[in-house]
Structures are given as structure tokens and as C-alpha cells.
């Protein structure tokens, strides 16, 4: 399979979830909209490593794939916590953040 139809898939791929940041609200579609784009960089990393034949874009993967699961641990944390406190995740609400 040509390696253009890699670049393709993450090039769509990513602007899903671009559209998805700039155009939702909530702050969790947010967040997996973020993992979305994270995921087409991983798909195009891993696509020119294999075009190379190195290790290099596996080894940025896994890279990547750790800081994103800590992200989501994080990030899933303080948005329980912000939804337990204020009753909603919009981020139009200008007093999520305040306290």
C-alpha cells in the first residue's frame, strides 16, 4: 500500500479533529478531540518510519503515546472535579476556571 494513503487517512484524520476543537464546546469532546490529532500525528510517524525503515518514528510514538495517557489522566481528573463543583464542562462558562 502506497504511503500516500497514510498521509491521506492522517491528514483527515486530523482535520476531524481539528474541526472538533474549534467548533465544540464541551470540554471533554475537547479533550477527545485532541487525542484524535494526537493519533493521526502517530499514524504519520509511523508511516514514514516504515518508509525509512528506522525506529525512529516508533520510538516518538511511544513517546507520545505516554504523554498523551498522562494528559488524559490529568485532564480527566480536573474535569470531574470542575463538574462536580460548577454542574457543567462548557468552556463559553467564563467562571469554570475562578476558583
Not at 491521506?8 to 464541551?26: D, E, M, P, Y
Not at 528506522?54 to 503515546?65: S, T, W, Y
Request: with cysteine.
Amino acid at each position: 500500500m502506497a504511503i500516500g494513503y497514510y498521509y491521506a487517512l492522517s491528514a483527515l484524520l486530523f482535520t476531524i479533529g481539528l474541526a472538533g476543537v474549534l467548533v465544540r464546546r464541551n470540554a471533554l469532546v475537547l479533550f477527545m478531540c485532541v487525542e484524535l490529532m494526537l493519533n493521526a500525528v502517530n499514524l504519520t510517524l509511523v508511516a514514514a518510519s516504515r518508509m525509512w525503515a528506522g525506529p525512529d518514528g516508533h520510538v516518538f510514538v511511544f513517546f507520545v503515546i505516554v504523554v498523551a495517557a498522562s494528559e488524559v489522566v490529568v485532564g480527566l481528573a480536573i474535569l470531574v472535579n470542575l463538574f462536580f463543583r460548577r454542574g457543567t464542562l462548557d468552556v463559553d462558562v467564563p467562571q469554570l476556571l475562578r476558583y
